[in-house]
T-cell receptor
Framework: DQQVKQNSPSLSVQEGRISILNCDYT??????FLWYKKYPAEGPTFLIS?????DKNEDGRFTVFLNKSAKHLSLHIVPSQPGDSAVYFC????????????FGKGTMLLVSP | GAGVSQSPRYKVAKRGQDVALRCDPI?????LFWYQQALGQGPEFLTY????????KSGLPSDRFFAERPEGSVSTLKIQRTQQEDSAVYLC???????????FGAGTRLSVL
């Protein structure tokens, strides 16, 4: 069973608009969440993270929201740019002494000019 | 270089052949992880090293998979008697002491024919 779920395989938005990528998790032991961005033929690149003690973290155009009661997090990108087109992975870790990551399947974002 | 380096980038193997994949982590990073990413899926954990000690190998799919990090720096993932189902991208990641963020290499794409 998938512990981290990204139910939208793809998302298309226009340049300048907001992109919202969603992620749900089932394991209540997860306490740290990360978003990675991946271009073709490259490895995942860290984008932004949030600890379970917070409900929001912002870095420039990127904001991650965490709703612990719903076991849901979302990544907001505003304004979206064509260079944001990539696959976005949601990942989670539990406080196990080291931080093995459990990933979702990813959402492909396409930002059109 | 400053990032995680993996080699080779691409490897084609005949079924039954042994392969060795190399990872050179970020200098000074004590934690090193290997992940397997099948087509259309998110990365899945294989094994974890803290310095030279392999502390978790619960994700290795079979005893044909073996990983080592003898001097606590470079790591090698070895797959013996490769099978078609081993075809995937193998990602290496490293992180510093106490860090939750993992930094990934570009991966090795293994194709078993």
């Amino acid at each position: 069973d998938q512990q981290v779920k990204q139910n939208s395989p793809s998302l298309s938005v226009q340049e300048g608009r907001i992109s919202i990528l969603n992620c749900d998790y089932t394991n209540s032991m997860f306490d740290y969440f990360l978003w990675y961005k991946k271009y073709p033929a490259e490895g995942p690149t860290f984008l932004i993270s949030i600890s379970s003690i917070k409900d929001k973290n912002e870095d420039g155009r990127f904001t991650v929201f965490l709703n612990k009661s719903a076991k849901h997090l979302s990544l907001h990108i505003v304004p979206s740019q064509p260079g944001d087109s990539a696959v976005y992975f949601c990942a989670a870790s539990a406080n196990s002494g080291y931080s093995t990551l459990t990933f979702g399947k990813g959402t492909m974002l396409l930002v059109s000019p | 270089g400053a990032g995680v380096s993996q080699s080779p980038r691409y490897k084609v193997a005949k079924r039954g052949q042994d392969v060795a994949l190399r990872c050179d982590p970020i200098s000074g990073h004590v934690s090193l992880f290997w992940y397997q990413q099948a087509l259309g899926q998110g990365p899945e954990f294989l094994t974890y090293f803290q310095n030279e000690a392999q502390l978790d190998k619960s994700g290795l799919p079979s005893d044909r998979f073996f990983a080592e990090r003898p001097e606590g720096s470079v790591s090698t993932l070895k797959i013996q008697r490769t099978q078609q189902e081993d075809s995937a991208v193998y990602l290496c990641a490293s992180s510093g002491t106490g860090q939750n963020i993992q930094y990934f290499g570009a991966g090795t794409r293994l194709s078993v024919l």
